[in-house]
């Protein structure tokens, strides 16, 4: 998926199967993760319980920063740099050091 938010998006059909497929993969491996967490009801010295609250909190998280990025998409480009430096030296602060964007 990074591909798509790296380069330039072209509104084509097969954008949108790639797009689509991509998904569906990304769904499948979620879905995975999400099976192996319920059909282990016990692992020897972890929490399950804890572990299932930072999975959903985990995902709360990530649909905000999606929407943060869909949000960015539309900023002009100058933008979108200044906003990703602000927001990495934010979260540097707090010893998240994410990738920066690297429009193009």
Request: hydrophobic share 40%.
């Amino acid at each position: 998926m990074t591909d798509f938010i790296e380069d330039r998006w072209a509104n084509s059909s097969t954008n949108v199967k790639k797009v689509k497929y991509l998904t569906n993969q990304l769904k499948g491996e979620l879905e995975k993760s999400i099976n192996h967490i319920f059909a282990s009801k016990e692992v020897e010295g972890v929490d399950m319980g804890n572990v299932l609250d930072q999975f959903v909190n985990a995902s709360t998280v990530m649909e905000f920063f999606f929407s943060v990025g869909l949000e960015m998409d539309l900023m002009e480009e100058d933008k979108k740099v200044e906003l990703n430096d602000k927001m990495n030296a934010l979260l540097l602060e707090y010893n998240i050091n994410l990738k920066n964007y690297e429009g193009r």
